[in-house]
């Protein structure tokens, strides 16, 4: 069964006549006739009474054009959403971010959602490994992260801007003023870092073990808003990607080394279709 003998069966129920509805149809009576006979014989029960040249509606003819209108008006409308989707008029987008970029997305969604506000946008925080499993069970069009040395090949990056790691003090702590600070330095001050759910804790204790550095670590905590509320009270200090921090009361110290630098990214599925709304997003980061 197809829709366009669906759409010619409602034609001829509509006028009653072959000649005219083959006449608006822009096709043959002979095909009009095929099509239709191809259709009785699918159902097996005839929908028109064949009266010479007139014709009439059976029972059945009569019962399924109401289901032959449901589904050739459902395909129109199933054609228009498609339409709307490409033309960025309607659909839906999901997108997982860390927290630590948070604020590069509040920009891009605003301008997105000024440009196409007939976009519904679901955002999802999370550590990455949390939002790459969501990436990988098709709930996220894509991650807003920062890149990882071991990379799933089924993983697209596409890389945004590189961000320093940083000593995160209150401002009256003594250090506030310093301009840089090595990892030697810190590993004798109170740190209150990221546990180890983030991949930031991840680096940082890759970078750490390459130096046989062992930190003094008071406090772990899987909440970076808290964690940043911490360092204000100048009890504690944290070591964070500069983008990660704002707001009053902080101050960021760049840590001198190799290595320092985390690449933020978007991350997608390589060979998964990308939606179009996701693209434009993405051009707004």
Do not use: C
């Amino acid at each position: 069964m197809e829709l366009r003998q669906l759409k010619y069966f409602l034609k001829a129920k509509e006028l009653l006549n072959f000649t005219e509805a083959a006449h608006q149809l822009n096709i043959s009576q002979s095909t009009l006739s095929q099509q239709i006979k191809q259709l009785e014989d699918e159902i097996n029960i005839p929908l028109f009474n064949r009266i010479g040249k007139r014709i009439t509606l059976t029972e059945a003819g009569l019962l399924f054009s109401e289901y032959a209108f449901q589904s050739v008006s459902r395909a129109k409308d199933g054609l228009m959403m498609m339409k709307d989707l490409n033309n960025l008029n309607a659909g839906n987008l999901s997108i997982g971010v860390t927290y630590a970029l948070r604020n590069l997305l509040t920009k891009a969604l605003l301008l997105f959602s000024e440009k196409f506000p007939a976009i519904k946008v679901k955002i999802v925080f999370g550590t990455t490994s949390e939002l790459i499993e969501k990436l990988n069970n098709t709930e996220l069009d894509f991650v807003l992260t920062f890149r990882e040395e071991s990379s799933d090949s089924h993983l697209e990056h596409r890389s945004l801007f590189f961000s320093p790691m940083t000593l995160v003090v209150s401002k009256n702590s003594v250090l506030s003023k310093r301009s840089s600070i090595t990892l030697k330095e810190i590993i004798d001050l109170p740190l209150a870092l990221p546990d180890s759910g983030y991949s930031t804790i991840q680096f940082i204790n890759n970078l750490l073990k390459a130096k046989k550095l062992k930190p003094n670590v008071l406090v772990e905590i899987n909440d970076i808003p808290t964690l940043l509320e911490l360092v204000k009270t100048g009890a504690w200090n944290s070591i964070l990607t500069q983008v990660s921090v704002d707001g009053d009361g902080l101050v960021t110290i760049p840590i001198s080394g190799k290595n320092m630098l985390r690449e933020a990214t978007i991350i997608s599925l390589k060979d998964a279709y990308q939606k179009k709304a996701a693209k434009a997003f993405q051009e707004f980061l």
